[in-house]
Each structure stands twice: as C-alpha cells, then as structure tokens.
C-alpha cells in the first residue's frame, strides 16, 4: 500500500505510520518502507540512527542491482511494525533512477540511437547491463520480492513529489491512500495524482487501485465542508475517512509511535481502525482478526 500525494503539508506520514499502527493493533505483521528521502517517518518511528548509516544503504538497494537482494539486511525492528528506513543517501536516488529509467527507454528503442552506456555515464550505480525491459521501475518490487512474504502488509510512505521514486513505490504497491487537506489547494494536488496514475498505468501497462482517501486535519469551517464534499464526488466510488486535528496525533509522532503504542486515549483512534478494517476485507483478512480494539 502506498501512502501518496506530493502535495507537502498533508500529514502524509502521520496517516501511514498510524494505519500501520492499526494494522498492528488487528495482529497483522507489518513491513513500514519510508520511500522519502528526507526520513520523516524513519524519524518519526524513532530511527535516527539507521538514517545516517553507513553504506550499504536502501539507495544501494535500489540503485545496484548487485545489492538488490540485501534489503532484508536493512530491516530494523520497531514495538508495532518492521521498518526499512530512509537513508540520507536517497538524496541521490531521483537522479539515479531517472537515469536507470532513460537507459531502459533507449535499449527498448533502437530508434532512438542513444548510447545507453553514455547514459549510464552520468549515473553512480547504474549500467547498461543492470536495467532490463522498457522502464526501470521495478526496481522496489525487486527489492521487496525477497522479503515481502514475511508480511500481512506493506505500507509504503512516498516522497512528497512525483518523480521516480514515488513511481516505484506506487508501481510495487499498485494500490493507493491518498492523504489530502479540505483546503482548495487540494484539488490540484488531486488533479495532479490522477493524471499521474494515468501515465504510470500507460507507461508499465499496471493498474493502480484506490483504497480510498483520508481527508487530514479536519475543522469545521465552510471550506472544510466544502471540500469535504468535493473529495466525496471525485472519489464517489471510494471510501473518504476524516481524521480531525488532534493534539494526540502529534504528540504519539514526537514519542516514535502510533497513537495505538502511546496510548494516546483520542476519537481518531477508530478512524485509523476503519481504514485497516476495511484494508482486512478487501485483503481478505476480515473473518480472522485477532486483536480488535475499540479506543473510547
């Protein structure tokens, strides 16, 4: 499951750490990838210190396809969830798999006579031998392949921007969360979203399903009413949960948790339950949960 929106601002972290908090609470095992470079979730889960290791790192991961398989390697155990944290080195992951997906198009057409090693050239890791069919991706999909099977679920957490990185979280997970604001800016960011789903879906030949949206930081005022109604016409096909602003949300984020490990007594609490509620019935894990919980 990719958590995705490249708008900034919408709380995007927050939402996957505490869906996977709530998973957790149904007893399901959980893998958490933070995609983002920047490491918000990785510290936000309390994980500084995986985000400043030393090589090899998630970048490598993804960018060497003789390091492709050591992803298990990476995997640091947290109180509600496995994590495969960000790395400061992701820094340089755009400008690698830009390059890795260039070389792929040009091999793919001999038309376009380009070297693909002087492509190469330009990158850390990649190589005209390394990248194989018409994009390059695939390369998260490969790197969760040996590890995945381990999980009930994985929840990965996306740059805020649409570049290839998100596109490889989106293309392994192939189905979406999308976090979004009930401000007007939030249109556009959802405009920008299903145009680029569109694209992806034509470039790899995948289809990307929608899980639904959660609509984040709710208040009550017109414009929240407003949109609240627009995300509901655009995604009348789709569930539309609302988590309100809560002090407790942020306060369970400082400590490196969810609000289900800090014990944070808040009502968004069963909000995050809904969501993986209905995650366990679309997955098929509904008639077999362990640890339901309802948070007063």
């Not at 850390?124 to 392949?145: Q, R, Y």
């Not at 790899?204 to 407003?226: C, H, L, S, Y």
């Not at 949300?249 to 909000?271: N, P, T, Y």
Request: proline share 4%; aromatic share 6%; charged share 25%.
């Amino acid at each position: 499951m990719c958590v995705t929106n490249a708008k900034g601002g919408t709380g995007k972290t927050t939402i996957a750490i505490n869906v996977a908090g709530a998973l957790n609470e149904r007893g399901r095992d959980v893998l958490f990838v933070d995609l983002d470079p920047q490491g918000n979730a990785t510290e936000g889960l309390g994980l500084l210190d995986a985000y400043d290791r030393a090589p090899p790192t998630f970048f490598d991961v993804l960018t060497d396809h003789r390091q492709r398989d050591r992803a298990g390697e990476l995997v640091v155990e947290h109180g509600e969830m496995d994590v495969l944290p960000s790395n400061i080195d992701l820094l340089q992951a755009e400008h690698e798999l830009t390059i890795a997906d260039l070389v792929a198009r040009v091999k793919d057409d001999p038309e376009l006579a380009v070297d693909p090693s002087a492509l190469a050239s330009l990158g850390i890791n990649v190589t005209p031998e390394s990248v194989s069919g018409p994009h390059a991706l695939d390369v998260l999909d490969e790197a969760l392949a040996g590890i995945e099977d381990e999980y009930d679920y994985v929840i990965i957490d996306s740059p805020p921007f649409y570049g290839k990185l998100t596109d490889t979280g989106i293309y392994a997970a192939q189905h979406i969360l999308v976090p979004a604001l009930t401000e007007a800016t939030s249109e556009r960011a959802i405009e920008l979203l299903i145009d680029q789903m569109a694209a992806l879906e034509g470039q790899t030949g995948i289809t990307v399903e929608t899980m639904g949206v959660v609509a984040n930081r709710v208040e009550k005022t017109n414009e929240d009413r407003q949109m609240l109604a627009w995300l509901n016409e655009v995604f009348d096909e789709f569930p539309v949960w609302e988590v309100r602003k809560r002090v407790a949300l942020q306060r369970a984020f400082k400590a490196g948790k969810s609000v289900f490990a800090a014990d944070e007594q808040v009502d968004m609490a069963d909000v995050f339950l809904d969501i993986a509620a209905a995650f366990d019935e679309r997955f098929g894990f509904a008639s077999d949960s362990t640890h339901e919980v309802t948070h007063d």
